[in-house]
T-cell receptor
Framework: EAGVAQSPRYKIIEKRQSVAFWCNPISGHATLYWYQQILGQGPKLLIQFQNNGVVDDSQLPKDRFSAERLKGVDSTLKIQPAKLEDSAVYLC?????????????FGPGTRLTVL | AQSVTQPDIHITVSEGASLELRCNYSYGATPYLFWYVQSPGQGLQLLLKYFSGDTLVQGIKGFEAEFKRSQSSFNLRKPSVHWSDAAEYFCAFKAAGNKLTFGGGTRVLVKP
């Protein structure tokens, strides 16, 4: 079974530029998550989707971050414009559903460096 | 406030020695608790989880963890460490809606 796919794996941009990350979850997984992991910290949930609807985006900085999952499968996370403090690894995860017994499976992440 | 604390940022252990990583949580009820491992350039891999029942939980790669309600702890242990265990380890708990809250992580270095 294929795991969670993410691209690109690495991205370097200048501050104030825009960037987008892509995630393809495990087939059949209805729930998709985006986490931000700043160096030296644990991952922090940015947004959670159930199919193509947003379940929780309370920690998403909505002035610059946006995410979508239009067809309930793939998802993109965008930052516009990027700030230095956005340098982090962005992890995508998926699970069968939102029940607490559903394990989350993580992708390898996209490492973003903002100069 | 709901939180997870990992008091040790770095731990260095000799290969073959035992390892214990500490995790303390703050939550109103008994949470679902997890340990994940993250190797360089890799995503997070689930080592083990505790939902209820037996407080000693066995996981993959020879790891185990013990839930102690009285101490609000869920410490991870391995009797004999291998060089391949060098990685970062994260404790996490799950609240409503399948949302994971992670601790800050403990980086484990293994000396030959």
């Amino acid at each position: 079974e294929a795991g969670v796919a993410q691209s690109p794996r690495y991205k370097i941009i200048e501050k104030r530029q825009s960037v987008a990350f892509w995630c393809n979850p495990i087939s059949g997984h209805a729930t998709l998550y985006w986490y931000q992991q700043i160096l030296g910290q644990g991952p922090k949930l940015l947004i959670q989707f159930q199919n193509n609807g947003v379940v929780d985006d309370s920690q998403l900085p909505k002035d610059r971050f946006s995410a979508e999952r239009l067809k309930g499968v793939d998802s993109t996370l965008k930052i516009q414009p990027a700030k230095l403090e956005d340098s982090a690894v962005y992890l995508c995860a998926s699970s069968l559903g939102t029940g607490s017994s559903n394990e989350q499976f993580f992708g390898p992440g996209t490492r973003l460096t903002v100069l | 406030a709901q939180s997870v604390t990992q008091p040790d940022i770095h731990i260095t252990v000799s290969e073959g020695a035992s390892l214990e990583l500490r995790c303390n949580y703050s939550y109103g009820a008994t949470p679902y608790l997890f340990w994940y491992v993250q190797s360089p350039g890799q995503g997070l891999q689930l080592l083990l989880k505790y939902f209820s029942g037996d407080t000693l939980v066995q996981g993959i790669k020879g790891f185990e963890a013990e839930f102690k309600r009285s101490q609000s702890s869920f410490n991870l242990r391995k009797p004999s460490v291998h060089w391949s265990d060098a990685a970062e380890y994260f404790c996490a708990f799950k609240a409503a809606g399948n949302k994971l809250t992670f601790g800050g992580g403990t980086r484990v270095l293994v000396k030959p």
